[in-house]
């Protein structure tokens, strides 16, 4: 008895999971496109599992005619679901996407003098299910949504090889605040380093900024490439500085310390080596040159391999695309091996371009 009530209660539990899946699901059915089956599920194959907004960005970017029908598709789908369901078009994920193929319709090719020949056109029918997500946890979203396995090689070696850039402690309602103070100070000094800091290449030289905490004190260490082109002229510089981030920040009760440190070989860092290759992106010079002076650069720092790594409208291609140059030993699953990484985002006349810069320095 009890085995056959437990079956009864499962049975109510999955159909109450089906009715719910009903409201936050919108089907869209699209028959006899007059396409192949095989060219619909090139495309298909690669929004399957995306969001909404991503998958309308990339049919828009992709060069198959058969991107256009699937975009009338899912889009009108998505209208329905707003209006008709009144759900958010932000948490919409593509969960099925099929193909079948469809009847073969014979047709005539017309030619002049009555030199016209039969010919074969192959349709299809498209599905597409959109569900909204909003409703579930995040671990039941990272089934719906396609991810990576990817990690940032900084977080896996914390404690190991890599510290901590800021120290401090807070109570669990006031960590958030904590963090958002932090990403402040560091955009004012960038912000700062940007106006009054003269070069010609464009590179702040700012490796990282270190920042420590307490209860009546703020301690900040700013790792510096070119620390002269910043004081030079002026040696109130500092002061100026720390006067700009006190009025940021509204710091009254706290103070605030600011110190420069100067590294030995700047472009052994990846932050300084990304600036660096962005300046001359930005000045038209081709990625492959501009990748090859970096990593001749990064020799002189005594460095045991690099890998680089540029994605988007590279040299002002219409389709975007990633290129990468590796030099040396680059071992991304060692923990022991001590490796400096940084991503950077650059803005061109054709787009932004994204910089990923690995630089192995040896183990430990």
Known sequence: MTNMLRNKNKDLEVRKREKEDIKTEVYALSQSISMSAHKARRVLDQIRGRSYQE??????????????????????????????????EEYLVIIKATVNE??????????????????????????????DISLYEESVVENFISMGQKINPLGFRLGTTQGHHSLWFAQPKNYSKGLQEDQKIRDCIKNYVQKNMRISSGVEGIARIEIQ????????????????????GKPRRIEELQMNVQKELNYVNRKLNIAITRITKPYGHPNILAEFIAGQLRNRVSFRKAIKKAIELTEQADTKGIQVQIAGRIDGKEIARVEWIREGRVPLQTIRAKIDYCSYRVRTIYGVLGIKIWIFVGEE
């Open 213 to 232: 905490k307490r209860i009546d004190l703020i301690q900040i260490i700013i790792h510096m490439g070119f620390p002269k082109l910043l004081v030079e």
């Open 102 to 131: 469809g009847t073969t319709v014979k047709k005539l090719k017309p030619r002049a003098r009555g030199r016209s020949y039969p010919i074969k056109r192959p349709t299809c029918h498209i599905t597409i299910v959109l569900k």
């Open 55 to 88: 998958t309308l960005m990339i049919l828009e970017l992709m060069p198959y005619r058969a991107c256009y029908p699937i975009f009338k598709l899912i889009y009108s789908a998505a209208a329905n679901a707003k209006h008709n369901m009144g759900l958010n």
